[in-house]
């Protein structure tokens, strides 16, 4: 298995830009969770989805972030308009309900000026 | 709200001693994950632990979980420059629904020769 992966790895935009940030999990994982790393918050839980269903948005920081899961191999986060208070690293993880072993993905860098 | 600190948070140790990293939290959980970062990756896996007195080691790594005192230890023996890194604890909350970890800061580790 290709294991989480997510696109693009890096993402410089301009403020108020739109950005959406892709992932796809593995495959016959039916959790999937959105993260942003930041140096002032750490490791934030933002969104996650359960059989493509959204559970618990309350990380979502504001309503500029946006998140869908049309299907269950694949997952957007949008960010429109853009700030520079934004820029972090972004994660998607994924877990098969009952097992143990949460997966990251290699995570997007996104950078907003 | 569940709350996982780590101490400490930034650690300056020369190769072959021995150190301790700690991780409390505030809840029941029996589920403990360690991670290592290396600079700019993404979050390897490390260590589950899923119940009381558990001890899992990896090479010179030992992780242990306390339920009762919400306490899991990561003990690094004799330690190597190859170790350095930033370990962060997390702990799921579900009781075995997979529904999201809480991280802790992370404790930013560097191994001098």
């Known amino acids: 298995d290709a294991g989480v992966i997510q696109s693009p790895r890096h993402e410089v935009t301009e403020m108020g830009q739109e950005v959406t940030l892709r992932c796809k999990p593995i495959?016959?994982?039916?959790?999937l969770f959105w993260y942003r790393q930041t140096m002032m918050r750490g490791l934030e839980l933002l969104i996650y989805?359960?059989?493509?269903?959204?559970?618990?948005d309350s990380g979502m920081p504001e309503d500029r972030f946006s998140a869908k899961m049309p299907n269950a191999s694949f997952s957007t986060l949008k960010i429109q308009p853009s700030e520079p208070r934004d820029s972090a690293v972004y994660f998607c993880?994924?877990?098969?309900?009952?097992?143990?072993?949460?997966?990251f993905g290699s995570g997007t860098r996104l950078t907003v000026v | 709200e569940l709350k996982v600190e780590q101490n400490p948070l930034f650690l300056s140790m020369q190769e072959g001693k021995n150190y301790t990293i700690y991780c409390n939290y505030s809840?029941?959980?029996?589920?403990l994950y360690w991670y290592r970062q290396d600079p700019g990756k993404s979050l390897e896996s490390l260590f589950v632990?899923?119940?009381?007195?558990a001890v899992k080691q990896e090479g010179r790594l030992m992780a242990s979980l306390d339920t009762k005192a919400r306490l899991s230890t990561l003990h690094i023996t004799a330690a190597v420059h190859d170790l350095s890194a930033t370990y962060f604890c997390?702990?799921?909350?579900?009781?075995?629904?997979?529904?999201?970890?809480?991280f802790g800061k992370g404790t930013h580790l560097i191994i001098q020769p």
């Open positions: 993880a994924s877990i098969l309900r009952g097992t143990y072993g949460y997966t």
């Open positions: 495959s016959g994982h039916n959790s």
């Open positions: 989805f359960n059989n493509n269903v959204p559970i618990d």
């Open positions: 809840t029941t959980s029996d589920r």
């Open positions: 632990l899923l119940s009381n007195g």
């Open positions: 997390a702990v799921d909350d579900s009781g075995g629904g997979a529904d999201g970890l809480t």
